[in-house]
């Protein structure tokens, strides 16, 4: 949808082909049903946006999605659906990854947060039971309840700033049947021997460890850009008037 802001909201992916296994959100959309030549810049993923594609067609597998590094906004449940994704990168705009916005995304393996990520909500990596490991960025100061319930293959996370503040009910790790450890940089403050019921280890410095953050995004996001297919034209729903906005193709975007 289109706002009043002179953006564009993804409120609505569709999707027919069955052999689509990769979304590619372009960075500005147009209004076709207006036949307007003004294009909106992509700012914001809504709650449940990818919720239609496996209600439409359960046979689509999504491995993959690239989002523009036009978002500045994840609203909550944003991603639940994608029952097969794998990897994905957070534009560096996004400053909050909101309730529930992974849950239920248990093949997700690889996740890169940005650099100005603040905020972590409720349940953001609920029953993603395939995700091993996470860095969390220097910038997280405030980490909500039960982020990584039933994650059960996740083994450790790796914190680059001082510790977070949470709730005394928070339970980060409810459910990880297979957590170790948790990280943190020497320097960093608010940290002890343990965190919600796990060991702390203290590693590295600062300097090395953004440096080797900064390889990991590098070589996830040239992963991701290779794993990409061409995409195919998306359909996203227009706030009130039925009009409908689509996601050009990659020659229209030339």
């Not at 690239?66 to 944003?78: D, E, K």
């Not at 916005?101 to 996740?111: D, V």
């Not at 040239?222 to 996601?247: A, L, R």
Request: charged fraction near 20%; glycine fraction near 6%; proline fraction near 5%.
């Amino acid at each position: 949808k289109t706002t009043t802001d002179g953006d564009a909201h993804v409120i609505a992916i569709l999707i027919n082909d069955s052999s689509v296994t990769s979304i590619n959100i372009p960075t500005r959309v147009f209004n076709r049903r207006t036949n307007s030549t003004t294009s909106y810049p992509v700012t914001t993923i809504t709650s449940h946006a990818f919720g239609e594609i496996s209600q439409q067609n359960p046979s689509v597998t999504i491995k993959s999605v690239t989002l523009p590094n036009t978002i500045t906004t994840l609203q909550q449940y944003a991603f639940v659906g994608l029952d097969y994704l794998e990897t994905i990168i957070i534009p560096s705009k996004v400053t909050e990854l909101p309730k529930g916005a992974f849950s239920g995304c248990s093949r997700l393996k690889e996740i890169t947060l940005p650099a100005g990520l603040l905020k972590v909500y409720n349940d953001v990596f609920y029953n993603c039971s395939s995700l091993e490991k996470l860095t969390i960025p220097a910038g997280v100061t405030d980490f909500g309840n039960t982020v990584f319930k039933n994650c059960t293959s996740l083994k450790t996370v790796a914190f680059l700033g001082d510790c977070p503040t949470t709730t005394s009910s928070a339970n980060v790790f409810v459910g990880c049947t297979s957590y170790q450890y948790t990280t943190y940089l020497a320097g960093k403050t608010g940290w002890s021997g343990s965190w919600w019921g796990y060991p702390c280890q203290m590693v590295g410095s600062e300097a090395v460890s953004e440096n080797e953050s900064e390889e990991v995004s590098e070589e996830a996001s040239e992963k991701v850009s290779e794993e990409v297919t061409e995409p195919t034209t998306q359909t996203i729903e227009t706030e009130s008037d039925d009009e409908t906005v689509e996601m050009p193709t990659e020659e229209e975007t030339e």
